[in-house]
């Protein structure tokens, strides 16, 4: 919130509020209040707790650093599975020899070829 030239601090509501009324806003944003000391009343709020092995994963990867490192990573997955896909499609005999197959197709083709070659082993 921005303060104009002529506002005052005092002018703002959260400054004239009650130690109740505080105390009630705590408590509604997970605060809890612990057993009062010397007439004071100690409030421990939930992020003063630590955070849990599941709620700390789930920060780290909402961070812009992790979310990039991850992408790049997956890249360099996907383009080293694209890269075997290229070379087992190399060692496999299709008319025409150039012929675009999809990863599927591959795959198939290369369980027939390999069966072929067992067949012309065992004969």
Known sequence: MM???????SDLSWTQSDPETLL?????????SDVPTEGEEQVKCKADQPLS??????????TAKYRSA???RERIRV????VAFAELRKLLP??????KLSKIEI???????ISYLNHVLDV
Do not use: M, W
């Not at 303060?3 to 601090?9: M, V």
């Open 3 to 9: 303060l104009s030239p002529d506002q005052a601090e």
């Open 24 to 32: 009630n806003g705590l408590k509604s944003a997970g605060c809890v």
């Open 53 to 62: 092995r599941e709620e700390k994963r789930r920060r780290r990867r909402a």
């Open 70 to 72: 991850h992408a790049t």
């Open 79 to 82: 383009e080293a599975f694209n």
């Open 94 to 99: 299709t008319l025409p020899p150039d012929k």
């Open 107 to 113: 795959l198939r083709l290369a369980i027939c070829y």
